[in-house]
């Protein structure tokens, strides 16, 4: 605070001679630092380590910054991320925020996580059927040729693959069935339901191979195994919890899936004891009735009664836009609200002002207890005080919401001003593996060099991961969180280590 | 409020079965009334002829909203301008707009005003010789050729034209030079310094042009014409104000350049006394020195001594990433408050955290009058309050940071936040000749139903209309809001006969 005295001078002296240079001066820095105090992990206080590190990670962020700035014909993050996602690789600010802890994933659904290398994998399985259709596709596995209706004809997948010629060829023509990545998405994908199409397509097309339990259970076991590789901890994973099938004509329901997810994640424990654990968030499809959300609140509570332990909440899914709004499952939604956690989807969207855009308002009314994406929250104070008054999670997905055509240019993402104001932001990465973005490292980056100031350090870095972790619903938060404090001191002598040694 | 009996009862009620679900619709609708109690134009009361008139309105923007967000393949204003802006002129909502009286055009720059037909319809004036180099071009007035250097050689405008032997492909390929529309702007600008470099050389290559003092008396004069005709009342023009020349061989500096300004005022107003007035802006280049920007404020308070009432105040132009960052200028700045008021440019910019997103801090603590631009704004929660705090007007040009890359999809334009938080926002329209917009009725098309909430009304049109007199710095403020509220209660009588009789 300044004092009265040279105040009034100033004041003075300003209406004889001009503004007082010095206290224009004071005045700019006395506003800036309100602004730096607000910042989110402005209340981190760094070690005398931890700032060795900084100026390191400092030094590389001014670098990308400056040099996208300067030469913005070339590699920035202004651009959309298909074109730049590979060049990402090449920055050691890239490498160094692969190498760090980063807690936990809050917002993941069901199998948009792994690459489409992955997947294209997966179809070496034996037992599965495909059928083609012009440039549809659709999976089954069999232990004989299947009896669901193909408009072809069901072919073994092996006979299919060694028959085509050119196995390199059909695996590639394959992959692009399991990737919305192209390479002129402007031009692929000219509107939001032009790539929310080719989007939802990808999981219709892989229903049949994820629908196999023995897959669906591989393919959360080697999720797991991924974040963990990408130094997360700890997941919450959304699902619809589809029905899945065996070769013996057994049919399981949701909580059975969800049974297959725990019990998957207690092996993956068993086989790597530093992961911390995962919860499911049951997030069933949007576009229903009322009367469905019913039968989904139900089911969620029958899986809460049996998983405890594992289950989180309840959210629905799908294009927010083209789904039934909160508003309509009020009735239902309130009534549930006695037993089970919300973590809605809400604002995913561009269109102020609409039923979609007033999802924002019926999450929080039904409180909410973190929100999915909030893309739209920059445009309601109300509701941005509300969040920062109830402490109300927002899981951003920045990528996600570039692929997605929420936001051509990431400058202009919300996260931006959510970082400013200090709010409650946890970063997260939505279906990473269909963009064929790592499962975090890549938002982390992006949200860092792409997004936050020029001038957010280290300190919002480490902020951002604790509040992963501080966000989630673990029951284990301060273990994991003692965890998290040791792997970051760690990462932080290794990086000063090596940054001594030349390495870097 | 709430009382707190039933609220009391409704808690209790939530932890036995559920939330009550008239709570959570009642705390939405709280919500939600706090949001539209701060938004710009709550503080209008519309008459019930204006209600009328509200009613026809909001039927045509919901249905043009609405058909943006059902069919985005086609018309929306989700797209570049180029795109839309020749269907925009179907619009009927347009057509309302474009009657509607708009008040005062607050940040609109020297010759990036009018049409490039209206430029090309320049170079058939007597005396004009030109000089063709490769793809670029100057201009020069002279009696006899020109003894100025030219890389080929000066013709005269009438030979080349009639000696091309396609008058109207000679046009059209000089079209091109006065203007920054192309059928493919991605493609042709790819990044914010193409776009800038394109709409820069305009103003190089037509200075010889606009130099020459009768077609820059002329081109004002025709400003305010057209400005007038897009029923505006008031401008505030910014204006480098270049030496001017004449055939004799005389030259002119910014004080005359100035006075030629004022002349033609006068003569409009002679011409036509419905037209209120223009003050002026001295804005010369910021890419320079401080002992120049010390020069350009002596000049600043030479023609405001000399031209008290037609001088409004001092600001600095030019693309701000590239120039010269106001803290460079603080001394001079500071000193040169005493005489003269600011009006920055600051804030157009999408690099968050670098000096040029700084020049926010520092307009506000020189004083400024307004803000140009304040793009960068919504990711300054401080300076957001101390916008509000102090009233600064924030001059908002949406199509302008379209065109100039800052933001490709303008739902994610700050105004929208702007708006919603109730600031003093004042849209304007920057260089609207140079995209081939209206003066200001493109802007405020766009603004109100691309950027607004899709529920924000008649009462958001008003206030921004009033917001532009209010924020100006004309004298005479009061007798302009008295004429502009007979003006539109003449233009809500219309609108509502002409829905009566079927005419619209």
Partial sequence: MKGTVPLLFSFLFATVI??????????????????????????????????KANAIVMDMKMKEVDDGFNYPQFFNLSKHFFKYKDDVKESPLFQ????????????????????????VNITYSDDLYVCFVDEDISFLFSENEPEQSCETQWLLMRDARYSSGNVEKFDAHLRKHFTVVVDNPSEAYPDVNAVWNKFGNYFVKTSGLFGY??????????????????????????????PLYDLKGNTYDAVQTAKSYKKMLDRFILDYPDFFGARLIYAPIRLVSASTVEEYLETAKRIKAELPDFFAGFDLVGQ?????????????????????????????????????DDNLFDAVALGTKRIGHAFALAK?????????????????????????????????????????????VVISSDDPGVWEADPLSHDFYVAFVGVSSRNADLRLLKKLALNSLYYSTAPYKDKMIYEFEKRWSRFIDGLVRRDNEGEL
């Fill in 18 to 51: 001009g503004l007082d240079e010095k206290h224009v001066i004071r005045e700019k820095a006395n506003l800036l630092a309100r602004e730096v105090d607000m910042m989110v992990g402005s209340d981190i206080t760094l070690t005398d380590n931890e700032e």
């Fill in 96 to 119: 160094v925020i692969k190498n760090m802890p980063k807690g936990a994933v809050l917002h993941a659904h069901d199998t948009g996580l792994l690459s489409p290398d992955y997947v």
């Fill in 213 to 242: 339990k023995p897959i669906w259970e591989m393919y959360f076991y080697d999720t797991l195994k991924a974040f963990r590789e990408d130094n997360i901890m700890y997941i919450e994973i959304r699902s619809v919890l589809p």
């Fill in 320 to 356: 927010e836009d083209l789904g039934v709004p909160l508003k309509e499952f009020i009735p239902q939604l309130s009534a549930g609200a006695d037993e089970l956690d919300y973590f809605f989807h809400a604002g995913e969207t561009n269109w102020f002002g609409t039923t979609t």
């Fill in 380 to 424: 309601h104070p109300v509701l941005l005080q509300e969040v920062k008054r109830r402490n109300i999670g927002l899981e951003i997905n920045v990528i996600s919401n570039n692929v997605l055509k929420l936001v051509d240019d990431i400058r202009n993402h919300p996260l931006a001003s959510f970082l400013a104001q200090g709010l409650p």
